[in-house]
Nanobody
Framework: QVQLVESGGGLVQPGGSLRLSCSVSGNMVSVGPMAWYRQAPEKQRELVAR???????EYVDSVKGRFTIARDDARKTVSLQMNDLRAEDTAVYFC??????????????WGQGTQVTVSS
């Protein structure tokens, strides 16, 4: 059974920084793309940032230049460094990771979510 555990959310003032981390555990053959999504109240879940096996990254326009996604394949973790946070970044942030548990089984898994609140 694959499990994702997130940490690092909290309350921060506008302009502040937070670093989210997601650790992947369980029986697996390989780890594919890793990503962070977020969902604000009464809004649909949106992709914030994604990083693939080779290290290429993509970001939603609203966070470009402020957020940085990184992965550590040896430790099976993905992080999201968030700088210059704004009120509109307030949301529950979810880790999403594609995992191969066998040579023929490849699917994505979700973390439980961590709250990020940006407020003065």
């Amino acid at each position: 059974q694959v499990q994702l555990v997130e940490s690092g959310g909290g309350l921060v003032q506008p302009g502040g920084s937070l670093r989210l981390s997601c650790s992947v555990s369980g029986n697996m053959v390989s780890v594919g793309p890793m990503a962070w999504y977020r969902q604000a109240p009464e809004k649909q879940r949106e992709l914030v940032a994604r990083i693939v096996d080779g290290g290429n990254t993509e970001y939603v326009d609203s966070v470009k230049g402020r957020f940085t996604i990184a992965r550590d394949d040896a430790r099976k973790t993905v992080s999201l460094q968030m700088n210059d946070l704004r009120a509109e970044d307030t949301a529950v942030y979810f880790c999403n990771v594609w995992v191969a548990t066998t040579s023929w089984s490849f699917r994505d898994y979700w973390g439980q979510g961590t709250q990020v609140t940006v407020s003065s």
